[in-house]
Each structure stands twice: as C-alpha cells, then as structure tokens.
C-alpha cells in the first residue's frame, strides 16, 4: 500500500495514430483485459474508449481515439474530430505507429497537429517483433526528423513486450492529482456499450468488404431473468437489404455464428451465463444521417 508521506498520481493519457496501428490492442495490454474491441479492419474504434489503469500510487485515463483518417461520410467526420478534440485536454500524447509500415500523409497530417500542442507526446513504435532491430533505428530518426518527441519507446502491444517500460515512462511524467474513478472501474462506458461493441466486433471478424463499416449495434435491453442468467437483446443496424441478408446468412447460420461467438465474450464481461438474441434492421445510409448517428450512439454533443 502506499505510505502516507507519498503523494497520489494522475493524468489522461491520449493515444493516437493511424488506423489499424494497434491503438485497442495496446490500450487492452495495459487493462490486461478486453475493454475495446479489435480488427484487422481499418476504423474499428469509432468513439472514444477510456480505460482506467489504477495502481496504489496513480490512476492513468488511457483515451483509446478513432484512427486519424480522411472521412468519406459524416461518420467518418465524426471519428476524426473525435479523435483530434483530445490533444488539447489530456497530460501526455502517444503517437502511435506500425514500424512494418512505411511513414504515410496520415501520419505526417497527426505530426502536424501534434506540433501546435503543448502537451509531451511520446512516440511508440508498435510490432517491433516484426522488423529487425538494425532497422529500427533508421525508422526512429525518419519521425524525429519531422517532429521532436519527448520520449521514443517501441512495444509489441500484441504480446506485451515492453509495455511495462512505457507504463514506467507514462508514471515518471505524471504529477500529483485525484483518483477520479474507483480503483475497481476500467471503462468508463456503461457495460451495454462494450456489450454492443463486443457484438460488432464479431461482425467485423466474420465480414468483408463494404459489410464491416456500414454496421452498426444498439443494445435493446439487459434483463436479469434469474441468479445466473441475463438476457441481452440487440439490434444490429445495416445500411442496405443485401447487407441484412448477408449479415443473417443461409438459413441464419450468419446472425447464429455472430451471436455465439459474441455471447462468449459477453459471458467474460459480465461474470455471467446470457441468453443473446439479435435481431437485424435497415437504415438507409445512417452514416451520413445526423438523427440517425446521434441514435446510434455518435454524438457530437458528448465532445
């Protein structure tokens, strides 16, 4: 436990980068828990996630963004403003990039506006179990070139590597503050919000193409039928009828396979057995329809 003579830490911790960087993936590394959902679909992350990493000597607000990107819809508008409102209000910044991948206009778009705040941002090298360490180097001095960094730190978010070095860095910044949430609490969002994310992420490992971002979940309704058992309800929307017919499948084995993958998870989440029933509905082009985004969940206003 903490002495009395040591003072409590705090800070929010924003992490940005491209999509598909692994910003979810690290954020559950360091929760050591599922709190936001993954892919290997681009854009996955469309609010903002907190995760809450409490210790006897700090809580750190990790902010999990939306990959930076070019919106093509109000969505995707939405996903971006999101993801840069944070710079500006949060203690630390880390710019988050895959060292397989080549330096691109979306990274040097963030650097960009990472130059005007005064926040420190720390750059984190992500997948560096997937380059040789003789090119690291070389791929660190490329981003230090366009910008300076107050702190340089590769990880492998998948598995862990380095991970604690980072949390160490994160605590050596962080100043005397309150602990704003119970030490017991991981995520600021409501259980029906991961529990609909859950279910969206199933659609996103089972689909291709167009399928993935054109899908949204709403949670119905959470009701405890008995000790052991909750029943979830869900709806998830489609922007098109042949999406709602490939999203239930032949004879339904689609939405089946969906759901069981999701109750799984569901289960974890919640400590106990579910029944999940789901339905699919239409909505024609949602994602560029202001009534419907705010439905869905995609509320400028919360910003």
């Known amino acids: 436990m903490m002495n009395n003579n040591e003072k409590f830490k705090s800070g929010f911790v924003s992490i940005v980068g491209r999509p598909n960087v692994g910003k979810s993936t690290l954020l559950n590394q360091i929760m050591g828990e599922k709190i936001t959902i993954t892919s290997d679909k681009a854009q996955t992350t469309r609010n903002r996630i907190q995760g809450i990493y ?8 990790f902010i999990d963004t939306p990959g930076i990107h070019k919106p093509k ?5 939405f996903m971006v403003d999101s993801a840069l409102s944070t710079l500006n209000e949060v203690d630390m910044v880390l710019f988050m990039i895959n060292v397989s991948e080549k330096m691109g206009p979306g990274d040097r778009f963030i650097m960009e506006r990472l130059r005007n705040i005064h926040t420190p941002v720390f750059l984190v090298l992500n997948q560096i179990d997937k380059v040789h ?10 981003y230090q070139n366009e910008m300076e960094f107050d702190e340089v730190i590769p990880v492998s978010a998948i598995d862990g590597n380095n991970v604690d070095r980072l949390l160490e860095v994160i ?6 503050g309150p602990q704003y949430y119970p030490s017991d609490q991981v995520s600021d969002h409501p259980e029906y919000f991961i529990v609909q994310e859950l279910i969206r992420e199933k659609v996103l490992q089972l689909t291709r193409e167009e399928i993935p971002h054109s899908v949204a979940v709403i949670t119905e309704s959470m009701q405890r039928e008995s000790e052991n058992l909750i029943e979830v309800q869900a709806t998830i929307v489609v922007e098109r009828s042949s999406q709602k017919g490939i999203i239930i499948g032949k004879q339904g084995s689609m939405l089946k396979e969906i759901g069981t993958r999701a109750r799984k998870d569901i289960e974890i989440l919640l400590g106990n ?8 509905k239409v909505a024609d082009d949602w994602r560029d329809t202001p009534r419907d985004l705010n439905r869905f969940g995609y509320k400028d206003e919360e910003y």
């Open 171 to 176: 605590s050596s910044y962080l100043e005397e």
């Open 273 to 280: 057995k579910i029944y999940l029933e789901l339905w699919v």
């Open 54 to 61: 409490t210790t006897d000597e700090e809580q750190v607000v």
């Open 133 to 142: 360490p003789d090119k690291l180097l070389p791929i660190i001095e490329a």
């Open 73 to 77: 819809h109000q969505l995707g508008q």
